[in-house]
């Protein structure tokens, strides 16, 4: 298993907490939420799902998959492969942070990961099916007991974003099929599993309504002076930084391209009605910077950047100018309601609402020298004649 702290997020407020002391009983046993272990796929146009439903977008290796959020909903935990690579996609129902993990043992086996039944500040805690006993809380994917404790797992990046925008971006993509991948369980839970109703979102109003929690944060309290509670942002994590941008200030039109740095680090983050994908900056070891521009075919978020004026498009792909055939390179982030995110990373910065760029600035013609242009010999002062 690969770890990686170069988006993880310092964790040194936690050092002197016995997150072992937060544990809270979730109301149902260890696998009592079954996770799904290597599910089927359909293609998207054999999919039985609106153009409208929510899902947990990967696209690594070459290959797109499309995780259904009504999925994670009642499972939580997807066990899968994409490419070469084990992948465990994970979703939080009550903390809104659809996140996924490198799950690729240092043999190449698969590590499987399942629902313990227990939470930390409203969180999922998995647990690693290798031993059966080392917890990881979702949002921080640190191990906080056993053998493994204060292992990273490594954090991939994902698109939470519509079906129909996902399939725009990834037309090839494949569909995970809901009730399969549950070999492990009984034929009772199966049967269970495969009735449609089971697959709508299980807490009623809890996504929006701001006063309604289940269980309570523990290792610290949110600042919901500045947000409500269930508000949605994106986090990264870059270095020792951490950034949150809050859905409602980057949709104030609807869309929003981002030009930002956290800890030395570039960042271009996209926004648009929901969707928002993070990206490098950073293209061939130049930093660029980017600008919104009207659209160019059936993404609806389309830019340019300053330093070539190449058009690129809302996947992070260079259509059109000298950089041409460029792909972005995607930020490991995540989603989260506001509650969550600012309960575990309390030191997190807040987008300050700059970085986006109204128009951009005019092309400076640099003429070259022209070679022989100028005799080899030639200084100041020298008196050339003058041929008129």
């Known amino acids: 298993m690969s770890t990686s702290t170069a988006f993880a997020g310092p964790i040194d407020h936690l050092a002197e907490i016995n997150l072992g002391d937060h544990l809270r009983g979730g109301g149902v046993a260890r696998d009592g939420i079954p996770a799904v272990t290597n599910p089927s796929f359909v293609a998207a146009s054999e999919a039985l799902f609106s153009d409208f439903e929510p899902v947990i977008g990967v696209f690594m290796d070459g290959v797109a998959k499309a995780y259904p959020e009504a999925i994670g909903w009642r499972h939580e935990i997807i066990n899968d492969q994409i490419g070469d690579r084990f992948v465990t996609v994970t979703l939080c129902p009550l903390t809104g942070t659809p996140q996924v993990f490198d799950a690729t043992d240092e043999d190449g086996s698969q590590i499987e990961f399942g629902v313990s039944g227990l939470l930390i500040n409203s969180n999922l805690v998995m647990y690693d099916r290798r031993d059966n006993t080392t917890l990881y809380p979702q949002m921080i994917y640190t191990a906080i007991n056993g053998e493994d404790k204060g292992e990273r797992l490594t954090l991939l990046p994902v698109i939470h974003t519509t079906f129909g925008r996902w399939k725009q971006l990834h037309p090839e993509t494949q569909v ?213």
């Open 176 to 388: 995970a099929e809901v009730a399969t991948g549950l070999e492990r369980y009984s034929d009772r839970l199966r049967e269970a599993y495969s009735r449609s109703g089971t697959y709508e979102y299980p807490y009623g109003n809890y996504r929006t309504e701001n006063n309604y929690l289940i269980f309570p944060w523990t290792t610290g309290a949110p600042d919901l002076s500045l947000f409500g509670t269930k508000d949605l942002v994106l986090g990264v994590c870059m270095g020792d930084e951490l950034r949150a941008y809050p859905f409602r200030t980057m949709g104030e039109n609807r869309q929003a391209v981002i030009n930002d740095e956290i800890d030395g680090q570039s960042l271009l983050v996209i926004y648009e009605q929901g969707t928002t994908i993070p990206y490098s900056r950073d293209v061939d070891g130049r930093t660029l910077t980017f600008y919104q521009v009207e659209g160019a075919g059936p993404l609806p978020v389309w830019f340019e950047d300053v330093e070539t004026r190449s058009l690129w498009n809302m996947g992070g792909l260079a259509v059109d100018g000298p950089l041409a055939g460029s792909q972005l390179e995607q930020v490991p982030a995540y989603n989260s309601m506001w509650f969550a995110w600012h309960t575990y990373w309390p030191q997190t910065t807040i987008w300050n609402g700059e970085g986006i760029i109204d128009e951009p600035p005019p092309i400076t013609a640099i003429l070259e020298p022209t070679a022989g242009s100028v005799p080899d010999d030639f200084v100041l002062n020298q008196n050339y004649p003058n041929p008129f």
